[in-house]
C-alpha cells in the first residue's frame, strides 16, 4: 500500500538554525499537509497546499515557515531560523480528491529538536 | 470554528472488555469525523470515517464509531479489546460549509492501555 514518508526521521538542529524537512506524498494525490505535534500536545494544523500555492495557513505558520513542492514528488517545509519552541514531531500528510471526506494520510514524522 | 473534544487522557481496559473511547466536536454546519490512531514513533492512521448514512460507521482492526448529532457525539468502541490495540488515538472533524476550509482539526487524543 503507498505510504507517505518524511525524512529524516529525527532532526536536530541550533537555535537560529534554517532547516527543511523532507516529505514524499502518495503519488496521486493532490492535497498536500503539514501538522505537528508538541510532546505530550494535540496535533495542531499548519498548513495545506493545492496547485503549487498554500490554500490555508494556521496562526503557526508565520513568516518564518515556508513550503514548497520542487518538484513531482517531494513537499518540503522550511522553517528560516529555528527557536526552542519549534521541537516537536511534524508530520506531513496527502489526501487524494478535493472531497471532504477523502481521509489524510500522514507520514511517520520527523522530530525535530532544537537545542 | 471547529473544535474536538476528547475529554479522558487515558482509558484503561481489560482485554477481552468492551471499550470505549469519548469524542464530541463543534461545528457550524454538518460534520465530517474521523478517527486515527497512532502507535508509538509512528504517523497517524486512519481508522474509520462517518459522512452520511448511517449512524454506525465500521472500520479497521474491528473499530466502529456511533455518531450522534443530538449529543455531537462519535465514539470510538470496539466489542472486545486486544493489548495490540495499546496505543493513542485522535478524533478529528472537518466542517462541511463553504467557508470552513479544508483542514482537519484534531482533538488532544486518548490513551487507551489494554491490560492482559
Known amino acids: 500500500e503507498p505510504e507517505v514518508t518524511q525524512t529524516p526521521s529525527h532532526q536536530v538542529t541550533q537555535m537560529g538554525q534554517e532547516v527543511i524537512l523532507r516529505c514524499v506524498p502518495i503519488?496521486?494525490?493532490?492535497?498536500f499537509y503539514w501538522y505537528r505535534q508538541i510532546l505530550g500536545q494535540k496535533v495542531e494544523f499548519l498548513v495545506s497546499f493545492y496547485n503549487n500555492e498554500i490554500s490555508e495557513k494556521s496562526e503557526i505558520f508565520d513568516d518564518q515557515f515556508s513550503v514548497e513542492r520542487p518538484d513531482g514528488s517531494n513537499f518540503t517545509l522550511k522553517i528560516r531560523s529555528t527557536k526552542l519552541e519549534d521541537s516537536a514531531m511534524y508530520f506531513c500528510a496527502s489526501r487524494v480528491s478535493f472531497s471532504y471526506n477523502s481521509p489524510l494520510h500522514f507520514g511517520n514524522g520527523t522530530r525535530l529538536t532544537v537545542t | 470554528a471547529q473544535s474536538v473534544a476528547q475529554p479522558e487522557d487515558q482509558v484503561n481496559v481489560a482485554e477481552g472488555n468492551p471499550l470505549t473511547v469519548k469524542c464530541t466536536y463543534s461545528?457550524?454546519?454538518?460534520?465530517?469525523l474521523f478517527w486515527y490512531v497512532q502507535y508509538p514513533n509512528r504517523g497517524l492512521q486512519f481508522l474509520l470515517k462517518y459522512i452520511t448514512g448511517d449512524n454506525l460507521v465500521k472500520g479497521s482492526y474491528g473499530f466502529e464509531a456511533e455518531f450522534n448529532k443530538s449529543q455531537t457525539s462519535f465514539h470510538l468502541k470496539k466489542p472486545s479489546a486486544l493489548v495490540s490495540d495499546s496505543a493513542l488515538y485522535f478524533c478529528?472533524?472537518?466542517?462541511?460549509?463553504?467557508?470552513?476550509?479544508?483542514?482537519?482539526?484534531f482533538g488532544g487524543g486518548t490513551r487507551l492501555m489494554v491490560k492482559p
Open positions: 461545528v457550524s454546519g454538518n460534520p465530517y
Open positions: 503519488s496521486n494525490h493532490l492535497y
Open positions: 478529528a472533524v472537518r466542517d462541511t460549509t463553504n467557508n470552513a476550509g479544508n483542514m482537519l482539526t
